[in-house]
């Protein structure tokens, strides 16, 4: 490349990356985006995308299961794993193409290689033909993060799989193991079971998906356990003692020991920022448990030094990794921009029931010492649930009792993860109760739950 100064250089081409720079360049700013592997990130390539891709296998399969109930006949029911597989990665490949497209059509330039910062405004590249120095008065670090991995319990890739594996396996499990419950634990173990691996989630938290309101958490492993899963709560894996094909997994609970064997084990405890080689320390940059300290702007406290997306801390969300990618390279380009709100950011979950939620869990609220008011609609109360034969969840809805403001709300069921977005945008309005009471929601949708919860934390519920 002749020009090798730029007005913003971005380290990291995932979705907070390649964001931020196709935003720079929106407004004017000469932009270079820096990607050490595929353009899309993890996102794109090894998490969210093709993550759905699976599930959404999965989803079709266990409905051709379900034909008889819906009055039609399926016979031969089957599938083929290797073709699954192909058409996750074949979805990923699609969308992370699309990224090279963007870049082109808004004049981003992508530099292939391994970034690190070398001084105020420098970023050297390793690219295959050597090293460039690119400048900039503006670096924006996006890096992202990978699996955590603990002592005793690392992947191998046969025995062992991270999300990386698990998304490009060399086999479908017979007896699996998934250590850890989070969304990447859980969708995982939804996966594989559905398509019959017997299958045990292992949680050293007091319950599964710890980070949802506990009514939805039990609520989930209700119909995880309905569906064949073996949960484990409190229970923490000790060792793994790997033999030929299989795997000895040794528990603790209640200060008590057993084993169980498995031929594969997925392990999903936590991720880890990418904050090696990049020159942070060197930089002045403050780091915290391997995620760059930043204050609500994004900024790192090292002028000109902006972090965005998983590397930045929590939450761990592509969602909330573009929204920062927009709100640094409006700031770098002069404009007004607006800091994000944890509390705003939902969270999904694509496991079977799918599991969605924003804002505080009662118990948060609780713990904040406000007084509240909390509704619930199931599922069987709603005439399009039942119709989609999807009779199974549950909306909960969590108000300020003084002021009407929406503090949470907490979904499980069919297309809750869509659902969400009307809480999200209420919250991000600083809505009432009021306000989503008036509102007319069309039917038969699944949104009038959405309605009902409001509605019966008021004691005014009409189908329930």
């Given at each position: 490349m002749a020009d090798q100064q730029y007005d913003m250089i971005v380290i990291g081409a995932g979705p907070g990356g390649y964001v931020a720079a196709i935003r720079g360049a929106q407004l004017g700013l000469k932009v270079a985006c820096v990607e050490r592997e595929h353009l899309g990130g993890i996102c794109l390539n090894w998490g969210c995308i093709p993550t759905k891709a699976l599930l959404r296998s999965a989803e079709v399969f266990h409905l051709m299961e379900?034909?008889?109930?819906?009055?039609?006949?399926?016979?031969?029911?089957g599938f083929d794993f290797e073709a699954v597989i192909k058409r996750s990665r074949g979805v990923a490949k699609q969308l992370a193409g699309g990224i090279g497209h963007l870049f082109k059509k808004n004049k981003v330039t992508p530099v292939m290689g391994e970034a690190r910062l070398a001084?105020?405004?420098?970023?050297?590249?390793?690219?295959?033909?050597?090293?460039?120095?690119?400048?900039?008065?503006?670096?924006?670090?996006?890096?992202?993060?990978?699996?955590?991995?603990?002592?005793?319990?690392?992947?191998?890739?046969?025995?062992?799989?991270?999300?990386?594996?698990?998304l490009q396996p060399p086999r479908m499990p017979s007896r699996l193991l998934v250590i850890g419950s989070g969304?990447?634990?859980?969708?995982?173990?939804?996966?594989?079971?559905?398509?019959?691996?017997?299958?045990?989630?292992v949680e050293v938290m007091d319950r599964i998906l710890p980070v949802e309101d506990a009514e939805i958490s039990a609520f989930a492993k209700k119909q995880f356990q309905k569906q064949g899963m073996t949960i484990r709560e409190k229970t923490q894996v000790k060792s793994l003692d790997r033999g030929k094909g299989k795997?000895?997994?040794?528990?603790?609970?209640?200060?008590?020991?057993?084993?169980?064997?498995?031929?594969?084990?997925?392990?999903?405890?936590?991720?880890?920022?990418?904050?090696?080689?990049?020159?942070l320390?060197?930089?002045?940059?403050?780091?915290?448990?391997?995620?760059?300290?930043?204050?609500?702007?994004?900024?790192?406290?090292?002028?000109?030094?902006?972090?965005?997306?998983?590397?930045?801390?929590?939450?761990?969300?592509?969602?909330?990794?573009?929204?920062?990618?927009?709100?640094?390279a409006e700031l770098i380009a002069g404009q007004h921009a607006h800091p994000i709100k944890p509390g705003t950011i939902a969270g999904c979950t694509y496991c079977q029931p799918q599991i969605a939620s924003v804002g505080l869990t009662e118990a948060k609220a609780k713990e904040a010492g406000l007084d509240i008011k909390v509704g619930h609609f199931p599922f069987i109360g709603n005439g399009k649930a039942i119709a989609l034969g999807e009779p199974e969840g549950m909306i909960k809805t969590i108000f300020d009792a003084k002021t009407g403001e929406l503090l949470g709300a907490h979904m499980?069921?069919?297309?809750?993860?869509?659902?969400?977005?009307?809480?999200?945008?209420?919250?991000?309005?600083?809505?009432?109760?009021?306000?989503?009471?008036?509102?007319?929601?069309?039917?038969?949708?699944?949104?009038?739950?959405?309605?009902?919860?409001?509605?019966?934390?008021?004691?005014?519920?009409?189908?329930?």
């Open positions: 379900r034909a008889k109930d819906f009055g039609l006949k399926a016979g031969d029911i001084g105020k405004g420098k970023v050297v590249v390793k690219t295959d033909k050597g090293e460039e120095t690119l400048t900039a008065p503006a670096i924006v670090l996006a890096t992202g993060a990978r699996a955590r991995e603990l002592p005793g319990l690392e992947a191998d890739g046969d025995l062992v799989w991270t999300y990386r594996h698990a969304a990447i634990g859980i969708e995982f173990a939804s996966f594989y079971n559905t398509l019959g691996a017997e299958t045990t989630v795997v000895t997994a040794t528990f603790e609970a209640d200060g008590k020991t057993d084993t169980a064997e498995f031929d594969t084990v997925i392990s999903a405890v936590g991720i880890v920022g990418n904050v090696e080689g990049l020159g320390e060197e930089a002045g940059v403050k780091l915290d448990r391997t995620h760059v300290v930043v204050d609500e702007y994004c900024r790192t406290g090292v002028e000109g030094l902006y972090a965005i997306g998983d590397i930045a801390g929590a939450p761990w969300l592509a969602h909330k990794a573009s929204h920062e990618g927009v709100m640094v499980v069921g069919a297309e809750v993860t869509e659902l969400i977005q009307g809480y999200v945008v209420g919250r991000t309005l600083e809505t009432t109760e009021a306000e989503l009471m008036e509102t007319v929601f069309p039917h038969p949708t699944l949104s009038e739950m959405m309605h009902e919860s409001v509605l019966d934390a008021y004691g005014r519920a009409i189908h329930f």
